[in-house]
């Protein structure tokens, strides 16, 4: 009877010990998901790069390569930088019965899809009428701005002031907890100020010499005044560039006067959200869109 009882309590005592250890270590598992959810940095509206494009214009081939162009690509060489941590696309599809509606839903609402956005004529107006796009020469001189004056001094470039900068502005992103952590990051910080710098300057310069690549000017009512400006990149206009063709992109189908289907890219415009508020520093990041589209279409950059 001893022996019964006593193998009977070693047996229980073996059973709640395994399950002290399950439970164990069903405890250290949960307190690492916690850690890690709460270390791990979550996009930013800023960061979650989003494109919009109307459903009545055709993405070709070459649009699963755009992202892959950004986010590959250094800053200094017209790709996104280190900031960006996700980019996703958005088609309009079934909006046919109010567009207008949908466009605005899917820019003011929570899918906050306002980085860039490709439309066609009608809807392009509605964008820039209803204070939602950005003037395009505007937005980058208000770049080279920021540059300067958080990255440069006297013309040139400065580190320490760029690193003052890093340490100000993300002193507490998880990302940057280790001493090389901070490091790398502040070096990519320095990638970042001269992408945007060279992006910038580069496209001020490229729009001066092919006006054709921009929208004409147009009048809008911001704020209850009247004022005229450029909102949008012109598709149609990046031609050129040797077995590089937009329209295997983006583009619309026409018919022509034999009845014969074409697509064009002539009436696709790209527009620059005014989501400055939103995005902080960031803001300035839809530089490498338009200059990864013009150095891949064109000869001009």
């Known amino acids: 009877m001893v022996n019964k009882i006593t193998k009977r309590?070693?047996?229980?005592?073996?059973?709640?010990?395994?399950?002290?250890?399950?439970?164990?270590?069903?405890?250290?598992?949960?307190?690492?998901?916690?850690?890690?959810?709460?270390v791990a940095k979550k996009p930013t509206d800023g960061q979650d790069f989003k494109i919009l494009i109307s459903g009545d214009v055709i993405m070709g081939n070459d649009a699963n390569d755009l992202f892959e162009d950004l986010f590959t690509r250094k800053p200094t060489e017209g790709g996104?930088?280190?900031?960006?941590?996700?980019?996703?696309?958005?088609?309009?599809?079934?909006?046919?019965?109010?567009?207008?509606?949908?466009?605005?839903?899917?820019?003011?609402?929570d899918l906050n899809y306002d980085d860039v956005v490709i439309?066609?004529?009608?809807?392009?107006?509605?964008y820039i009428n209803s204070n939602m796009a950005t003037d395009i020469n505007v937005y980058i001189a208000d770049a080279k701005n920021f540059v300067t004056e958080n990255a440069m001094?006297?013309?040139?470039?400065?580190?320490?002031?760029?690193?003052?900068?890093?340490?100000?502005?993300?002193?507490?992103?998880?990302r940057f907890r280790t001493k090389a952590e901070k490091e790398q990051g502040r070096r990519d910080e320095v990638e970042r100020f001269k992408g945007l710098w060279l992006m910038a300057n580069a496209l001020e310069q490229c729009f001066k010499d092919h006006k054709d690549l921009l929208d004409k000017e147009r009048e809008i009512t911001r704020l209850g005044k009247k004022e005229t400006g450029v909102y949008a990149l012109n598709l149609g206009g990046l031609k050129g560039k040797d077995g590089m063709k937009i329209t295997d992109l983006f583009s619309v189908d026409k018919v022509d006067e034999g009845g014969k289907i074409y697509y064009t890219a002539d009436g696709v415009y790209l527009a620059i959200g005014n989501n400055k508020s939103e995005n902080g520093d960031l803001y300035y990041?839809?530089?490498a869109v338009m200059y990864t589209l013009i150095k891949n279409y064109t000869n001009y950059l």
Do not use: Q
Request: aromatic share 18%; proline share 1%; hydrophobic share 40%.
């Open 9 to 38: 309590s070693l047996k229980s005592f073996l059973y709640y010990d395994l399950w002290k250890a399950l439970i164990a270590c069903v405890l250290v598992c949960a307190v690492f998901l916690l850690a890690f959810n709460f």
């Open 80 to 109: 996104f930088s280190y900031e960006m941590l996700r980019g996703d696309t958005m088609f309009m599809y079934g909006s046919e019965e109010n567009p207008e509606d949908y466009l605005l839903r899917a820019v003011y609402g």
């Open 119 to 126: 439309l066609l004529e009608e809807l392009y107006v509605t």
């Open 153 to 174: 001094e006297n013309g040139e470039f400065s580190e320490s002031k760029i690193h003052d900068y890093f340490n100000r502005t993300r002193k507490r992103d998880g």
């Open 285 to 287: 990041e839809m530089l």
